[in-house]
Nanobody, 119 residues
């Protein structure tokens, strides 16, 4: 069964860090681009990063550039999102996906992992 499972979310204070994990099963994650998305309450889901399957190039939304880093561990078939200098507005449900930038109709999302930034 092809799926991605997110984990690593939690409650963190402003300025803190978290590392999210996205474990792939049923396919090799290094063969596809993997994107991270988030959806804050009352807002649409937005793409925040992308890790390509070629040359390991990355893309970040301006809102997270310089603070978030996405990487891959092929041995674990896992993609990570290291989030540093977290802000209150980063509170959201975070998802990984076999696509980048924007969602597509009919895409089956996982359950995501909740990140809450609060003092």
């Amino acid at each position: 069964q092809v799926q991605l499972v997110e984990s690593g979310g939690g409650l963190v204070q402003p300025g803190g860090s978290l590392r999210l994990s996205c474990v792939a099963s049923g396919f090799d994650a290094d063969q596809v681009a993997i994107g991270w998305f988030r959806q804050a309450p009352g807002k649409e889901r937005e793409g925040i990063s992308c890790l390509s399957n070629t040359e390991e190039s990355t893309w970040y939304a301006d809102s997270v550039k310089g603070r978030f880093i996405t990487s891959r561990d092929n041995a674990k078939n896992t993609v990570y999102l290291q989030m540093n200098s977290l802000k209150l507005r980063n509170t959201a449900l975070y998802y990984c996906a076999k696509l980048c930038l924007t969602s597509i109709p009919g895409y089956k999302w996982g359950q995501g992992t909740q990140v809450t930034v609060s003092s």
